[in-house]
């Protein structure tokens, strides 16, 4: 028996999984669809009452869900309840060492993994930062799928827009996504791109609906 399957050692004593570039990234299978169009954030998700009709997103504050990765099955239930599950959007900022950011990749990755392991339908969440994370940031991504991304904080200034709008970009020619489930404004660049966008409704305008 191997050291890491006596310990809990980085969660590798439940599932190690294939990886693709450099770093091992673990791959995940293709969403070819994803009907879900009612989106609630992580912490929004223990007192959601139709989990069956929702699909959960991970847009929040890391902190709120670093627990899902430090105790992965406790949540395993909760979440198969739910229509869709994206990976967890833990963050690649630029002004964190490399060596954090490609973590944070891998473990959105190995959660992904677990979760498609467990039969949960599960959104990839596409994310990156400056220019050079898109040298591993779509390792392990599935092409042609269904996929997830956010643009909250991305829209401050032009240095920021920019490096959305390249990243979106070299993402369209790595992987393909067929669906794009959007958190945040979509940019007037993208216009075009419309036909595949989904955008998950703001809180404030979700309540403007309902009321």
Not at 46 to 59: A, D, L, R, V
Not at 97 to 105: D, R, S, V
Not at 126 to 150: K, R, Y
Request: glycine share 8%; proline share 6%; hydrophobic share 35%.
């Amino acid at each position: 028996m191997s050291y890491r399957q006596q310990r809990n050692y980085e969660n590798l004593q439940k599932a190690y999984f294939e990886g693709e570039g450099e770093y091992g990234i673990p791959i995940l299978g293709r969403t070819e669809e994803c009907p879900c169009e009612n989106w609630i954030g992580w912490n929004f998700a223990k007192g959601c009452e139709e989990p069956e009709i929702h699909g959960i997103h991970f847009f929040v504050d890391d902190y709120q869900f670093e627990r899902v990765w430090k105790q992965p099955d406790v949540y395993l239930d909760m979440l198969s309840r739910f229509q869709a599950v994206c990976t967890p959007d833990f963050s690649p900022y630029s002004d964190f060492p490399k060596a954090i950011q490609l973590y944070n990749h891998y473990r959105k990755h190995w959660l992904g993994a677990y979760w498609q392991m467990h039969g949960m339908t599960v959104i990839p969440t596409i994310t990156w930062s400056s220019p050079d994370t898109l040298e591993w940031c779509f390792d392990g991504e599935p092409h042609n799928s269904v996929v997830a991304m956010s643009s909250v904080g991305m829209l401050r200034n032009e240095e920021l827009k920019n490096w959305l709008l390249t990243g979106y970009e070299e993402m369209i020619k790595r992987i393909n996504p067929t669906k794009i489930i959007w958190k945040g404004k979509v940019p007037e660049e993208l216009e075009s791109e419309r036909g595949r966008i989904f955008e998950i409704p703001s809180f404030v305008d979700k309540w403007r609906e309902e009321g």
